[in-house]
């Protein structure tokens, strides 16, 4: 098993900046790859970012390209979320997840792929 604890969310104004922090603990050795999600109110959870654990591969969703960057710190076992610019529709519960299995050099988007969740944390952003 793997617990995933997230951290650095908050309340911030249109086009600010956050940076939310997932720690992961537990049987890491079996982690390949992790990824951020989010769902705001009355949506469905959607994909935002990934990255492979051992190459740093990564993926964005096209509504966050550019403006956030994924990375990991792996001594720490952590993955990081840098949020720039952000829009009042960047509003939403981010939750981090993480993913044991491999899918050669692509980075999965669904939520299948993903074996462990964190609870999340709550990004809101004013206009």
């Known amino acids: 098993q793997v617990q995933l604890v997230e951290s650095g969310g908050g309340l911030v104004q249109a086009g600010g900046s956050l940076r939310l922090s997932c720690a992961a603990s537990?049987?890491?050795?079996?982690?390949?790859?992790m990824g951020w999600f989010r769902q705001a109110p009355g949506k469905e959870r959607g994909f935002v970012a990934a990255?492979?654990?051992?190459?740093?591969?990564?993926a964005y969703a096209d509504s966050v390209q550019g403006r956030f960057t994924i990375s990991r710190d792996n001594a720490k076992n952590t993955v990081y979320l840098q949020m720039s610019s952000l829009k009042p529709e960047d509003t939403a519960l981010y939750s981090c997840?993480?993913?044991?299995?491999?899918?050669?050099?692509?980075?999965?988007?669904?939520?299948?792929?993903?074996?462990?969740w964190g609870q999340g944390t709550q990004v809101t952003v004013s206009s």
């Open positions: 990255i492979t654990w051992s190459g740093g591969n990564t």
């Open positions: 537990g049987r890491t050795v079996s982690v390949r790859g």
């Open positions: 997840a993480a993913r044991p299995s491999l899918y050669g050099n692509s980075i999965p988007r669904a939520e299948i792929a993903y074996a462990y």
